[in-house]
């Protein structure tokens, strides 16, 4: 297992915005490594040239030495979340996961097994229009779990989840890099990060401005301020794309992908590497 390494990564949005410039960081086998910056800063476009939704500008991300397109089987090695919300709302979360399963080429068995993992065995039977933000957020979770990846490359995975669900992420986050794999979990909010990763990597304006072990960092927020010349948006603060938030709870704010799954999913959005150019419009 060697991780996830960008060298150089960068994307230009026509002549105007260069969304991420020149990024060179490592996603490490066994941690979890905290991926923040404030809004607009590049981290949605680095986790979708990542996983081949979008093709950089210069640069490239190497999965295992591989870029995620040249994998032969992607799903198997990288599970990525970048929206949890996609399913068909008339399709039951099982069917959801299982189709994902066919199209993808995973064993069934997978299928129940990564309900359970993200605790969603109970609710499988039921229609995805019925879930919660927090049940959709599971599933999309289940999804990138399916093919049990190495590498896992999560938007806000927290987003939409209750005080009992971040708790429980974070030590399904944990448990997995403790099985050695590679997680990068991007946000805005430090909280969580705070409390779940052992690696940091603070983009602003899309250009590095720290990657190292959160233990070298005395004060997470400050160092943010710092770096970023931004306030981090405090814990306990509802953001404005997850209005379900309780007030009072950590929030990580969600992100809006376009889709380009070929079993129409949200959760997953590692599609085979074929989206290409096609996928790049925003859907929010
Ligand atoms: N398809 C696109 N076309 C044009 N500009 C884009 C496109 N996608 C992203 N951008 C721009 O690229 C920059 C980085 O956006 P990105 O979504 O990657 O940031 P982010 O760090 O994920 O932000 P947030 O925390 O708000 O989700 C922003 O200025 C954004 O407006």
Request: proline share 6%; no cysteine; glycine share 16%.
């Amino acid at each position: 297992m060697t991780g996830v390494s960008v060298r150089g990564l960068t994307k230009d949005f026509g002549s105007s915005v260069r969304a991420v410039d020149a990024l060179t960081f490592t996603v490490a086998p066994g941690r979890v490594t905290g991926f923040l910056g404030p809004n607009g800063a590049g981290k949605t476009t680095t986790l979708r040239m990542m996983v081949g939704l979008i093709r950089p500008t210069a640069g490239e991300a190497l999965i295992n030495g591989r870029t995620y397109g040249q994998l032969a089987r992607p799903r198997r090695v990288v599970g990525a979340l970048l929206e949890a919300t996609g399913a068909h709302p008339g399709r039951r979360g099982r069917d959801h996961l299982r189709l994902l399963a066919q199209v993808t080429g995973m064993p069934a068995r997978r299928v129940d097994e990564a309900l359970d993992q993200v605790g969603l065995t109970d609710a499988a039977g039921r229609r995805v229009g019925g879930y919660s933000l927090g049940m959709r957020q599971r599933l999309g979770l289940g999804a990138a779990l399916l093919g049990d990846p190495e590498i896992l490359l999560l938007d806000e995975p927290a987003n939409g989840l209750d005080p009992a669900g971040i708790a429980w992420l974070r030590s399904l986050l944990r448990d997995l890099a403790a099985e050695g794999r590679a997680v990068l979990i991007s946000s805005h909010v430090l909280s969580e990060v705070a409390q779940t990763a052992d690696d940091v990597v603070i983009v602003n304006e899309g250009q590095l401005r720290h990657a190292g072990p959160l233990a070298e960092l005395d004060d997470l927020e400050a160092a943010f301020l710092r770096l970023t010349g931004t306030p981090a948006e405090p814990s306990g603060t509802a953001s404005e794309k997850a209005p379900e938030h309780a007030a009072g709870q950590p929030t990580w704010r969600t992100s809006g992908q376009p889709t380009g799954d070929p079993a129409g999913n949200g959760g997953g959005r590692a599609a085979g590497g074929a989206a290409g150019e096609a996928a790049e419009g925003r859907s929010a």
